[in-house]
């Protein structure tokens, strides 16, 4: 009923590029430039372009829908190459087994106006082959075409049906290229519904040339380019885009969208988490004693977490639905809705209610007020009966019959169940729970759900050596993104990549020694222990001893002074405390110490301190980060915040000799 969305669990780039020879059936030889290339070709470059490396002279998308809701989309582009660079943009056209491509044609139309069309040669086949964690089998075919110098304009028309379960197209009005006209026309049988929900866009009103022959159009659009804009969103969480529904599963209102949509999953889902005999036999086996809900709950995800393998295997309608749960146990392997299938299935049998929730791993992606199937992820959530009360259940949201839910994901192998990862924080997904479906958002952690606490003991000789060594403990999605670290390094590559990040604050530093400890339970922290010893530390000015209070760590992040205009992301809440001693060289006292930091806001907090302890110097701070993201306003607060941090983290004390 609904669009063809592939839950990649994340992104997935096309890596592979196969010399597969064009087909007959869909390449035409000795085809002059159609009329709408030559007219797109005549555009002048606007203003606004001049410093694009391309810009998109004409792209437009027509679907053709017939009574059962099966589309054909004909798709057509124009693109003036601007500089060198700008030759990137090739044409391409997307399909797997359930779609067929009708035909895929492409030009080039030199600065000197003459034609070249692409020939068999010109195309190559793109699929996925080099992930260890994908079999994909839609594949992408490109053109490289001919004489694509600076101002000559690409032209290139191709046609697909889609698959009968296609009845949506997101249509992405923006690109990272500038866009001087874009427009999307849906021709619909009569009396067919249909819905348009827009996002980060007013909606546009379409023409309508006979009852549901429906065309927008959206001219001279610029281009959303986020190069160098630090700490910012994703770029498909920002980009002007509209959904466009139709079928009989297509409603009016925003609730009830959403709610036909949750009902549609549900059904695409049913029965898929049936539990076979060996899954009631485990999970029986699993749960056998286990005294509160919690224990019992923790004892399904973690062995969904540690026994079954991250594998995506897409293929038609299956980039959509899950695999039966009985397959998942025994195959040992799952993507993102496997993975929540079978442990929806594994908690039926401890009498625990769990449900489908896609969403999309890029916060702010998914819009409560545009309903679309827009997406590329699936998590869990799960049922806390009435009564049960406990803190380390922090992931919960409340639906709007009361009932509450835990939000839990298991292709995350590293962060426990309670617990949320950082990424899924603060957006948005859709509690498929049948006819009783909504938009939720996912929830915000406390900064004491996640973070870091350090504590230092160093001694510094007279000639500004210090040396010492420093205990840590991370927890939470911190430890998580550790322990993912520790899963994918070796020895040798983890003492590579710490000694590199403590000679960011230690330059010419020795690493001494390194362990980490990995408790078995997830929801406990991660310990790390290292020692140093960095000649120099301290820089002599006569008799006095220059020294930085703060050792390693930083909590700092790329930013600018440039105008704002998106959003900035924050990334994580948490809290990190540091504590650091330095032993004084013998015959030297502590003159001056740098001014304490003090900053409160409703989106962070940064204390420190630098106080004198017998004859140590004692260095005290903790920053806690309490939202996910700020809007554009209220950039010069964060500003604010940075620089205080960065100025506290430079601080200099000054000892001197009695």
Known sequence: ??????????????????????????????????????????????????????????????????????????????????????????????????????????????????????????????????????????????????????????????????????????????????????????????????????????????????????????????????????????????????????????????????????????????????????????????????????????????????????????????????????????????????????????????????????????????????????????????????????????AMVKAKDGRRFLIFDPTNTRTPAGNLPSYLQGGYGLLSTGQTSQVIELPVLPPSASGTEIHGAFSLAADGTLSGAVDALHFGPEGADWRQFLKETDEKERHDAFETYVAHDLPGMTLNSFEFVQPQALDKPLECHFKVTAPGYAHTAGPILLVRPRVVGSHTREFDNKPRTVPIDLDATGRWHDSFDIMLPTGYVVDETPDAVDIDSDFASYHAVVTVKGSALHYERTYEMKKVELPASRADEFRKLESAILSDERGTAVLKKQ
């Not at 290229?177 to 348009?196: K, N, R, S, T, Y």
């Not at 980060?200 to 380019?225: F, G």
């Not at 898929?272 to 485990?282: F, K, L, Y």
């Not at 625990?352 to 969403?359: G, S």
């Open 1 to 394: 009923m609904r669009t063809k969305r592939t839950l990649l669990c994340g992104a997935v780039a096309f890596a592979a590029t196969l010399s597969t020879p064009a087909g007959a059936s869909w390449f035409s030889k000795g085809q002059p430039v159609p009329d709408w290339g030559m007219t797109a070709a005549k555009t002048p470059t606007p203003g606004y372009a001049k410093d694009a490396d391309d810009v998109i002279l004409f792209k437009e998308y027509v679907e053709t829908v017939d009574a059962q809701g099966r589309a054909v989309e004909r798709e057509r582009r124009a693109i003036r190459i601007l500089k060198p660079q700008g030759r990137h943009y090739t044409c391409d056209v997307s399909y797997d087994e359930d779609e067929k491509l009708h035909y895929f044609r492409a030009w080039t139309i030199a600065p000197d106006e003459k034609t070249y069309q692409a020939q068999d040669s010109d195309f190559a086949e793109v699929g996925e082959s080099s992930s260890r964690t994908l079999l994909y089998a839609e594949k992408r075919r490109v053109v490289h075409l001919p004489a694509l110098d600076v101002g000559a304009v690409e032209v290139c028309e191709s046609e697909k049906l889609l698959p009968p379960y296609a009845q949506e197209k997101v249509w992405f009005v923006q690109d990272d290229i500038p866009v001087v006209f874009h427009a999307l026309e849906v021709d619909l049988p009569a009396g067919m519904p249909h819905l348009a929900t827009w996002h980060n866009h007013n909606a546009v009103t379409p023409a309508e040339a006979e009852p549901n022959h429906l065309r927008w159009e959206v001219k001279d659009m610029s281009a959303l380019t986020l190069r160098d804009i630090p700490s910012r969103p994703s770029w498909s969480a920002l980009a002007a885009r509209v959904a466009v529904e139709w079928g009989e599963g297509t409603v009016q209102g925003i609730d009830d969208e959403w709610r036909a949509l949750g009902a549609w999953t549900t059904k695409l889902e049913a029965g898929r988490p049936d539990p076979s005999p060996e899954i009631t036999a485990e999970t029986q086996q699993l749960i056998a004693g286990a005294p509160d809900f919690y224990t019992k709950l923790t004892r399904i995800t973690e062995y969904i977490q540690k026994n079954i393998r991250y594998f995506i295997v897409v293929r038609g309608i299956g980039g959509m639905q899950a695999h039966p749960a009985a397959e998942i146990f025994h195959n040992r392997y799952g993507d993102c809705k496997d993975k929540t299938t079978l442990l929806i299935s594994m908690l039926q049998v401890a009498g625990i209610h769990a449900y489908y929730v896609p969403v999309d791993d890029r916060r702010g992606v998914v819009d409560p007020q545009s309903p679309s199937t827009v997406g590329d992820h699936m998590i869990t959530a799960i049922e806390v009966p009435a009564g049960v009360e406990d803190k380390r259940l922090e």
